[in-house]
């Protein structure tokens, strides 16, 4: 068990921070008789949990929301499924990036040739779109 002071040097923050993630709810604390605040190992792992989502730029809604999960589901299936959700996000940002490229080709082509392409883009476009609308009624 360790002390505020005790756990913020451990986790290399602030004895304030500390103490806003515990009234924010991020944080267990178990009080003692003394009214002590203690904290055990597995706040150090929230703490780092904690910090990598706000690596991720996550608000800190979006942090004890994710906690929530964590403590209510098998942690490790759970932070697969993020890392996974992360890396289809950063794949669309990269999709997004590549088709912006192809724009100024898009701009050169002809009636024709345009139809030719939006048809094939629309085929795979529908396709991504079918994908998304089944994962997201499967949740």
Do not use: C, W
């Not at 209510?72 to 940002?93: A, G, R």
């Not at 997004?96 to 345009?114: C, D, H, R, V």
């Amino acid at each position: 068990m360790y002390r505020i002071g005790e756990l913020a040097s451990l986790a290399n923050v602030s004895k304030r921070t500390i103490d806003y993630y515990t009234q924010l709810g991020l944080l267990d604390v178990t009080r003692s008789e003394s009214n002590y605040r203690y904290y055990t190992e597995k706040t150090v792992e929230q703490l780092k949990l904690i910090e990598q989502y706000k690596k991720q730029h996550l608000s800190l809604e979006e942090i004890k929301e994710r906690l929530k999960l964590v403590h209510e589901k098998d942690m490790v299936k759970i932070e697969k499924l993020f890392e996974k959700i992360d890396q289809l996000t950063q794949q669309m940002k990269d999709l997004e990036s590549e088709i912006l490229k192809i724009k100024p080709y898009l701009e050169g082509l002809n009636e024709q040739q345009m139809k030719v392409v939006m048809k094939h883009l629309s085929n795979q476009g529908m396709s991504f779109v079918n994908v998304l609308m089944i994962l997201l009624g499967s949740l």
